[in-house]
């Protein structure tokens, strides 16, 4: 999958949160020439573009990008209110604009839209449920936007549970499904996963895998209704 083109280097934390947190591969460029020179081979997806700490070096790069052969799109341009007024007789440049300080949502709000209305499919394969936020491509889980470390086989066994919500499963099904038939360990790895993946995400959020009696296993209640 093609990163985002963001602008600049090093990119608002904010910003770069919220792309992490919805899963959007990017890369930062420090000047707007390196937009050409650091892209990848595949080309860029589109960009997203902060104009609060260089103004006229943001412009630049949306003026580069889209006098190309092939204008990059979509181009989303951040702007402090202060700001807005540089936007007149520049829409050509831009695809849409977002005031900041903006929320995670709102960008990833905007960013789906503009994927849509352009007719590309940017975002990568996912597993929501309320708070929790799986990404299948990169291997990254983040829950209320804070990224978890987390070992392959914890990875693997949030992966199972989160794409099965309300499904109760027993730890013998868990030990062959999520570590294979070939494996010989007890029912007591895959407690102590658990409690591993409770902790990571925080007593806050440990409800989510909840604990059958007598049983074993479940993540969540089913259809997550916020």
Not at 87 to 98: G, H, N, V
Not at 130 to 156: C, F, I, K, S
Not at 165 to 189: H, I, Q
Not at 207 to 213: M, S, Y
Request: glycine share 8%; hydrophobic share 45%; charged share 25%.
């Amino acid at each position: 999958m093609e990163p985002l083109l963001c602008f600049p280097d090093p990119f608002p934390p904010e910003l770069a949160l919220a792309l992490e947190r919805a899963g959007y591969p990017w890369k930062a460029v420090a000047r707007p020439e390196h937009a050409e020179t650091d892209e990848p081979e595949d080309g860029w997806a589109g960009a997203v573009v902060s104009a609060s700490a260089d103004r006229a070096a943001a412009f630049a790069l949306c003026r580069l990008v889209r006098a190309r052969e092939v204008p990059l799109r979509p181009v989303l341009l951040a702007v402090e209110a202060g700001q807005l007024a540089d936007l007149e007789l520049r829409e050509d440049q831009f695809d849409d604009f977002l005031v900041l300080p903006a929320s995670p949502d709102e960008l990833h709000a905007r960013l789906t839209h503009l994927f849509w209305r352009t007719g590309r499919g940017l975002r990568p394969e996912l597993i929501e449920y309320g708070p929790l936020v799986l990404n299948l491509e990169t291997y990254q889980a983040a829950v209320a936007g804070r990224a978890l470390d987390l070992t392959y086989m914890e990875y693997e066994l949030l992966r199972f549970l989160a794409a099965r919500p309300g499904k109760v499963f027993t730890r013998e099904t868990l030990l062959s499904r999520v570590w294979g038939y070939e494996y010989y360990g007890g029912a007591r790895t895959v407690d102590v996963h658990v409690r591993r993946l409770r902790a990571k995400m925080g007593e806050e959020h440990a409800h989510l895998i909840a604990t059958v009696r007598s049983v074993g296993y479940r993540f969540g209640q089913g259809a997550w209704a916020p």
